[in-house]
Protein backbone atom coordinates (compact mmCIF):
# COMPACT_ATOMS: atom_id res chain seq x y z
CA UNK A 1 0.00 0.00 0.00
CA UNK A 2 1.71 3.25 -0.72
CA UNK A 3 2.00 5.67 1.91
CA UNK A 4 1.96 9.38 2.31
CA UNK A 5 3.97 12.10 4.46
CA UNK A 6 2.61 15.12 6.02
CA UNK A 7 4.13 17.77 8.64
CA UNK A 8 2.94 16.53 11.95
CA UNK A 9 1.57 20.25 13.24
CA UNK A 10 0.56 23.02 11.22
CA UNK A 11 -1.04 26.48 12.80
CA UNK A 12 -2.98 28.78 11.31
CA UNK A 13 -5.05 31.90 12.27
CA UNK A 14 -8.71 32.18 12.20
CA UNK A 15 -10.47 33.45 8.90
CA UNK A 16 -7.73 32.94 7.06
CA UNK A 17 -6.19 30.18 4.43
CA UNK A 18 -4.69 26.68 5.39
CA UNK A 19 -2.86 24.82 2.94
CA UNK A 20 -1.96 21.79 4.47
CA UNK A 21 0.45 19.52 2.21
CA UNK A 22 0.98 15.76 1.22
CA UNK A 23 3.39 14.04 -0.16
CA UNK A 24 2.83 10.63 -1.92
CA UNK A 25 5.69 9.53 -4.28
CA UNK A 26 4.43 6.08 -4.66
CA UNK A 27 1.01 6.67 -5.81
CA UNK A 28 -0.06 4.32 -8.53
CA UNK A 29 -2.34 4.84 -11.39
CA UNK A 30 -5.47 3.90 -9.64
CA UNK A 31 -5.27 5.07 -6.25
CA UNK A 32 -7.50 7.91 -5.03
CA UNK A 33 -6.22 10.52 -2.74
CA UNK A 34 -8.47 10.84 0.07
CA UNK A 35 -8.64 13.53 2.81
CA UNK A 36 -10.24 12.96 6.63
CA UNK A 37 -10.17 14.77 9.55
CA UNK A 38 -10.36 13.73 13.37
CA UNK A 39 -12.00 16.23 15.75
CA UNK A 40 -10.99 15.16 19.59
CA UNK A 41 -12.66 12.06 21.11
CA UNK A 42 -14.78 11.44 17.52
CA UNK A 43 -14.54 9.20 14.53
CA UNK A 44 -12.70 10.77 11.36
CA UNK A 45 -14.65 12.57 9.08
CA UNK A 46 -14.76 12.95 4.91
CA UNK A 47 -13.50 15.90 4.00
CA UNK A 48 -12.67 15.60 -0.11
CA UNK A 49 -11.08 13.40 -2.51
CA UNK A 50 -9.53 12.72 -5.98
CA UNK A 51 -8.31 11.37 -9.00
CA UNK A 52 -6.18 13.46 -10.72
CA UNK A 53 -8.40 16.87 -11.21
CA UNK A 54 -8.64 19.56 -8.83
CA UNK A 55 -11.59 19.55 -6.41
CA UNK A 56 -13.89 21.36 -4.56
CA UNK A 57 -16.95 20.61 -2.39
CA UNK A 58 -18.62 22.82 0.64
CA UNK A 59 -15.49 22.35 3.45
CA UNK A 60 -12.25 21.97 1.40
CA UNK A 61 -10.41 22.19 -2.18
CA UNK A 62 -8.07 19.72 -3.12
CA UNK A 63 -5.34 20.57 -5.45
CA UNK A 64 -3.40 17.40 -6.91
CA UNK A 65 -0.39 18.32 -8.46
CA UNK A 66 0.48 17.30 -12.20
CA UNK A 67 2.35 14.21 -11.33
CA UNK A 68 -0.07 13.25 -8.58
CA UNK A 69 3.14 12.94 -6.18
CA UNK A 70 1.52 15.42 -4.09
CA UNK A 71 -1.66 17.02 -3.45
CA UNK A 72 -2.90 20.33 -1.06
CA UNK A 73 -5.74 20.22 0.76
CA UNK A 74 -7.15 23.97 1.27
CA UNK A 75 -9.15 25.16 3.69
CA UNK A 76 -10.34 28.55 2.54
CA UNK A 77 -11.25 30.56 5.90
CA UNK A 78 -10.34 28.44 9.26
CA UNK A 79 -12.54 28.31 11.84
CA UNK A 80 -12.19 26.97 15.42
CA UNK A 81 -13.91 24.37 14.42
CA UNK A 82 -11.47 23.43 11.94
CA UNK A 83 -8.76 22.11 14.53
CA UNK A 84 -8.29 18.39 14.02
CA UNK A 85 -5.66 15.99 12.96
CA UNK A 86 -6.18 16.07 9.08
CA UNK A 87 -4.90 12.75 7.30
CA UNK A 88 -4.22 12.14 3.74
CA UNK A 89 -4.57 8.92 2.79
CA UNK A 90 -4.07 6.68 -0.65
CA UNK A 91 -6.99 4.77 -1.20
CA UNK A 92 -7.01 1.36 -3.43
CA UNK A 93 -9.80 -0.03 -5.58
CA UNK A 94 -10.49 -1.90 -2.24
CA UNK A 95 -11.29 0.98 -0.67
CA UNK A 96 -9.03 0.35 2.19
CA UNK A 97 -7.45 3.22 3.90
CA UNK A 98 -4.42 3.04 5.20
CA UNK A 99 -4.07 5.91 7.61
CA UNK A 100 -0.45 7.95 8.87
CA UNK A 101 -0.28 10.32 11.65
CA UNK A 102 -2.05 12.82 10.03
CA UNK A 103 -1.09 16.57 10.33
CA UNK A 104 -2.73 18.47 13.74
CA UNK A 105 -4.03 21.73 12.76
CA UNK A 106 -3.89 24.39 15.34
CA UNK A 107 -6.81 27.80 14.93
CA UNK A 108 -5.38 30.77 16.97
CA UNK A 109 -8.32 33.09 17.14
CA UNK B 1 -30.98 7.87 8.84
CA UNK B 2 -28.68 6.88 12.02
CA UNK B 3 -25.39 6.71 9.64
CA UNK B 4 -23.10 4.26 11.29
CA UNK B 5 -24.02 2.51 14.71
CA UNK B 6 -21.68 0.73 17.29
CA UNK B 7 -22.53 -1.22 20.68
CA UNK B 8 -21.41 -1.25 22.82
CA UNK B 9 -19.85 2.41 23.60
CA UNK B 10 -17.66 1.49 26.26
CA UNK B 11 -16.26 -1.58 27.84
CA UNK B 12 -13.99 -3.25 30.47
CA UNK B 13 -12.54 -7.06 29.71
CA UNK B 14 -10.41 -8.93 31.91
CA UNK B 15 -7.75 -10.54 30.11
CA UNK B 16 -8.69 -14.30 28.72
CA UNK B 17 -12.41 -12.87 28.35
CA UNK B 18 -14.42 -13.14 25.04
CA UNK B 19 -16.38 -9.89 23.54
CA UNK B 20 -18.64 -9.28 20.08
CA UNK B 21 -18.48 -5.69 18.66
CA UNK B 22 -21.32 -4.65 16.98
CA UNK B 23 -21.36 -2.42 13.91
CA UNK B 24 -24.73 -1.60 12.23
CA UNK B 25 -25.17 1.09 9.03
CA UNK B 26 -28.65 1.58 7.34
CA UNK B 27 -27.55 3.52 4.22
CA UNK B 28 -27.31 -0.18 2.28
CA UNK B 29 -23.68 0.25 2.24
CA UNK B 30 -21.81 -2.52 0.40
CA UNK B 31 -18.25 -2.03 2.14
CA UNK B 32 -17.39 -2.14 5.73
CA UNK B 33 -14.59 -1.88 7.63
CA UNK B 34 -12.99 -2.04 11.78
CA UNK B 35 -10.24 -0.06 12.71
CA UNK B 36 -8.08 0.72 15.88
CA UNK B 37 -6.85 3.41 16.91
CA UNK B 38 -4.17 3.65 19.87
CA UNK B 39 -3.56 6.64 21.74
CA UNK B 40 -1.35 9.59 19.85
CA UNK B 41 -1.66 7.20 16.90
CA UNK B 42 -3.30 6.94 13.46
CA UNK B 43 -6.53 4.30 13.32
CA UNK B 44 -5.08 0.74 11.70
CA UNK B 45 -7.42 -1.41 9.56
CA UNK B 46 -8.49 -4.92 11.49
CA UNK B 47 -10.86 -6.27 8.97
CA UNK B 48 -12.88 -5.30 6.24
CA UNK B 49 -15.80 -6.42 3.98
CA UNK B 50 -16.68 -5.71 0.52
CA UNK B 51 -20.15 -7.25 0.80
CA UNK B 52 -23.11 -9.66 2.51
CA UNK B 53 -21.09 -12.94 3.44
CA UNK B 54 -17.25 -11.73 2.47
CA UNK B 55 -14.45 -10.91 4.44
CA UNK B 56 -10.71 -10.11 4.33
CA UNK B 57 -7.94 -8.78 6.91
CA UNK B 58 -6.28 -5.82 7.03
CA UNK B 59 -3.11 -4.08 8.84
CA UNK B 60 -3.63 -6.10 12.32
CA UNK B 61 -6.01 -8.80 12.00
CA UNK B 62 -4.34 -11.22 14.58
CA UNK B 63 -6.34 -11.35 17.72
CA UNK B 64 -9.76 -10.70 16.24
CA UNK B 65 -12.31 -12.55 13.54
CA UNK B 66 -15.08 -10.71 12.10
CA UNK B 67 -18.63 -11.86 10.18
CA UNK B 68 -20.99 -10.16 7.73
CA UNK B 69 -23.97 -12.46 7.86
CA UNK B 70 -26.28 -9.44 6.96
CA UNK B 71 -25.45 -6.32 4.25
CA UNK B 72 -25.99 -4.07 7.31
CA UNK B 73 -24.05 -5.69 10.27
CA UNK B 74 -20.42 -6.21 10.87
CA UNK B 75 -19.41 -8.09 13.84
CA UNK B 76 -16.03 -7.84 15.37
CA UNK B 77 -15.43 -10.34 17.71
CA UNK B 78 -12.32 -10.99 20.32
CA UNK B 79 -12.22 -14.77 21.27
CA UNK B 80 -9.26 -14.36 24.55
CA UNK B 81 -8.96 -10.24 24.84
CA UNK B 82 -5.17 -9.22 25.68
CA UNK B 83 -4.00 -5.82 27.25
CA UNK B 84 -2.26 -4.87 23.63
CA UNK B 85 -6.52 -4.56 22.87
CA UNK B 86 -7.05 -2.04 24.65
CA UNK B 87 -7.96 0.85 22.23
CA UNK B 88 -11.08 2.49 20.75
CA UNK B 89 -12.55 0.58 17.95
CA UNK B 90 -13.72 2.42 14.71
CA UNK B 91 -16.50 1.15 12.42
CA UNK B 92 -16.87 2.49 8.84
CA UNK B 93 -19.20 1.85 6.30
CA UNK B 94 -19.01 3.02 2.10
CA UNK B 95 -21.01 2.67 -0.71
CA UNK B 96 -18.24 0.61 -2.84
CA UNK B 97 -14.28 1.13 -3.07
CA UNK B 98 -12.01 4.40 -3.33
CA UNK B 99 -14.29 6.27 -5.52
CA UNK B 100 -16.73 6.45 -2.14
CA UNK B 101 -16.28 8.20 1.40
CA UNK B 102 -16.04 6.19 4.47
CA UNK B 103 -18.41 6.89 7.10
CA UNK B 104 -17.69 6.56 10.66
CA UNK B 105 -19.14 5.48 13.82
CA UNK B 106 -18.41 6.99 17.01
CA UNK B 107 -15.81 4.65 18.14
CA UNK B 108 -16.13 1.80 21.12
CA UNK B 109 -13.63 2.48 23.96
CA UNK B 110 -12.23 -0.75 25.06
CA UNK B 111 -9.93 -1.38 28.24
CA UNK B 112 -8.51 -4.73 28.65
CA UNK B 113 -7.13 -5.28 32.09
Known amino acids: DAKTTQPNSMESNEEEPVHLPCNHS???????IHWYRQLPSQGPEYVIH???SNVNNRMASLAIAEDRKSSTLILHRATLRDAAVYYC??????????FGQGTTLQVKP | NAGVTQTPKFRVLKTGQSMTLLCAQD?????MYWYRQDPGMGLRLIHY???????AKGEVPDGYNVSRLKKQNFLLGLESAAPSQTSVYFC????????????FGPGTRLTVT
Open chain 2, 92 to 103: ASSLQGALYEQY
Open chain 2, 49 to 55: SVGEGTT
Open chain 1, 89 to 98: ILSSNTGKLI
Open chain 1, 50 to 52: GLT
Open chain 1, 26 to 32: TISGTDY
Open chain 2, 27 to 31: MNHEY
